[in-house]
């Protein structure tokens, strides 16, 4: 029998990628698309891929007795949504969006949002009800960091650039999302103090409490749709293969996570729940990169992943997709 | 039982859709991927999307006693690869090649190859055991005049104007497949003359022997990587409605053919095994738009749609992939 | 000494390159640049390449004592801006938008803007002090159609296939203009039925009054910022050398439209002034593509060669520019 | 009068943009465009933008009286050249490649080559006759820098993150260069080890001999054709305002690098001579960026400047170029 899912905030990017995704998923039933300034059209009429795949509407109205909820509200919005619609004590809640990332911030109305990147949590997010879903560039970069900080091996500050597609700005339009800016430009944006940093430090003190040293990430908007791409280094006294062994000992277990032996380009991930990572010396600095499809497994794909643990259905179901790659 | 299969030209475009389809087709087993030329690399090596997803290398020696065999050579290459190695009787073979899709030359070695566009021929491909697979800009043609053509309504020239992505010139590096050329750049080539024009006339005939109207068919290189636009319009003297009619009920079985009621955009079909098409009329021209990923539909999804069919899977099976979209 | 120069509507795509072409023009000073909405701010605080090049800001105020004053505005607001703002008797104006184009239109406050089309009505330009500025679509496919009707032989319907980059938008945000819909996107817009099929009709007309001939006009959104690809053809029964003859003794005075020998691509002519254009035969089918800059030869750089017959500058004073290329 | 210019491997990218900024620079005559393979071909058959702008062709002999050769050779093929061909006494070479850059190598045959950056090297290159053209990489970082290391503020390893397109990787084919590969992808190569570091060194150790930190330099390659985006920051004890005040000092004088107050994005100086710099302070971390075309004030323009200033002429002359910007 298939559950049940209601997804809160229809017609933005993330709720797209979670409609593509649970279509083909074999254990859950789309049962309402939430968007009150869609309700009525098609989804298809918005997410234009699904002409033949889907012939649910957009709706307004909400089913508080669903299994699984997933809110793709912007930042700010799930707390207040879920103030205003009470659902079934048994229904299972993933927000994508920021707002129960922190240790802080993640008891809400009671229930406690277990932070969901399975390549660290999974156990708790096997058993948790509530899933905070983690940030784009946050997975992309812990997933960079967290096999050395597992060994206290953060010894000095860490540098990350990474770059982001123009699916990582929201569908709202804006000057640097017209394609007439983007198009064969870049830029940065927020230089050391994008707000996922609070979630990477957070990683980083689970396993190496007394790291002290800094993340200096410079985020850049590049002119790509999809994916990120993160390099990052830091100082690291063993050698290569060290490193490598550490790494891939890690991610051993890991559903999606791999450790690539060759260098790493972006195209590798997009349109895949895939982390890739890849380990490099030079001299004394430990070069890390990792890409992720930053709507996946920086947002979507990575909250199936989470349901798919939740409910104790296979890891990797309804995301065995196909790069697009070219 | 899985099915096994092998593939010839490993290291190909259209090879590399094949392995990214086929690894998660639930009836088929890879059992070889043939390059001489990288014989004894991992598969993931070329296919780098592949990492953490198949383990398999790429190999020199053939096992003629597989199922299926997809023959993705150079135009040319697949009737000298088959003369110089024999498959068991049992062995069906999907040709990608525009070799054995003529009428004149559909025999060879004594088997006849069926012209495997399923949306028109589906009963003679379940009954085949060899299958010449459509040409790329063949399939969105055929596909946006056929339902006309079905009903003897092609009453004047027909006027085709299409582009196509990098990845049709295949993988070999020329002036206009390089970056600095391609990005940002529009042009055409092979006016009036495309090799596809002869399966194209072929179809027409098959619904409509008496047509003698040329097809003015315009290909165009456009600078993206994936997919095919076409625009074509001819003389109608029907209505809308009537010509929509024609659409939707010929294509009314059809699993990835749909007839869509807003206007296309080439994204809606990119990393999908779909045909979109959409039909208008103004004043006296009927202009039908159709659109399809030239590496899927247009190559490897429809080789493995064809498979489906031969062998009696569900024709949808391994084929129901998620947009790339953005 | 240098004649004074006014734009209105200052931020938009067209009036930034006309800034750019004019600071480097040696018979012209940027007398004011006007837009209410930026005044006061500076000009490269907008038209960011500028940082640099000007020092000037933005104006709410209007020297109506200028030599020539160019209109920027969205289309229907010149006429509005001119009843509004009183210009000297002896300023020149130049019109961006399509106002004043058409025949019935061309008396305005008593003044007759003439076609600003330099290769078929430069006499007329020369004696002029008000100018219609001619639209980027219709310039490139007037170019590919005027040899051929002022020679009388349009004898069939022509048949219209072009592309244009995001810039022939505007500036202002769309759905078809953010980045993640268009990057490695096509689509068509308007079929049959684009606003400059009137302009080119006008022209055809004035060589060849008697043809009754339509213009079957497909216009087409391509993933690129600037640039026009126009693909034109017709039956012709002459052979290609003397289509070629004709072509090239029409454009033998042109001071940027010049027939290429070697097929076309798009970025030949982008940030140029240039129309290029190819001439080819097949069959009874004559193809002649063109190709311009939407913003250049399309909009402001037209524009700049218009002022400069108008004074007596050199044609391509200004206007001798680098191309991009890659 | 003007002066004769010679140009070596008039294929290739530099050569090209150096043709396309000669024949309007109103001081210099192209004399000869030298390429063996292309011999005797139209140069706008190669370049071909230039349709319509230039007549001459490529040649395969050298007129060796020239005032100006343009050496756009191969890394490690100008020596080779000039040991193959002998120039008359008053020909003033401008070498491209990066033989002769530093100290130890910059005597050849006798004469003295002079490190071409205007910024920090104007009187020297006035006086010079021969140039070693700084890399495209090198002069972005160095620009950067420079400021910085003039007032011995270097304290820390700088850490520069920086993006190249296309162009940058020379017209030869490859792997990485193919559209289906470069578009809307992301990767970087030569981690830490790029061979401009040998020029960026030198130029820190000419202002701050004694400094002994490291330059953690990420090149990457961006799916873009021109332009180089490079971000670079290090630790810095003084303000916002004290820093921008040494880079604003520093480059007053400067003809084509400016201080801009805005954060950058890369289209700003696509196809301009320019270099734009922006300086940011957080914490205690100095965030520098600057942006150039790399085939303009990274090859060819620079190279342009550079005979400017050796033969007298406006610094500028020839290089006000109008940006591409969209």
Known sequence: MMIKAGIIGGAGYTAGELIRLLIHHKEVKIDFVFSTSNSGNPISAIHQDLVGSIDQKFTDTINTNIDVLFLCLGHGNSGKFLAEHQFSDTTKIIDLSNEFRLVNDKVFQGNEYVYGLPEINKEEIKGANYIA???????????????????????????????TGATGAGTSLSKTTHFTWRDNNFSYYKPFTH???G???????????ESKHQVLFLPNRGNFSRGIFATVYTEFSGSAKEAIKIYKEFYKDAAFTFVADQTLHLKQVVNTNKCLVHVHKHENQLLITSC?????????????????????????EGLQLKANFF
């Open 195 to 197: 707000q996922h940093l």
């Open 292 to 316: 992720i499809d930053n709507l996946l497994k920086g947002a979507s794909g990575q909250a199936v992943q989470n349901m798919n643990l939740m409910f104790g259905f296979e890891e990797t």
């Open 199 to 209: 979630e990477i430090y957070q990683t980083i003190e689970k396993f190496q409490s």
């Open 133 to 163: 879903n983690p940030g784009c560039f946050a997975t992309a970069i812990q997933l960079a960091i967290a096999p050395l900080a597992s060994k206290k091996l953060i010894t000095n500050n860490i540098h990350v650039n990474a770059v």
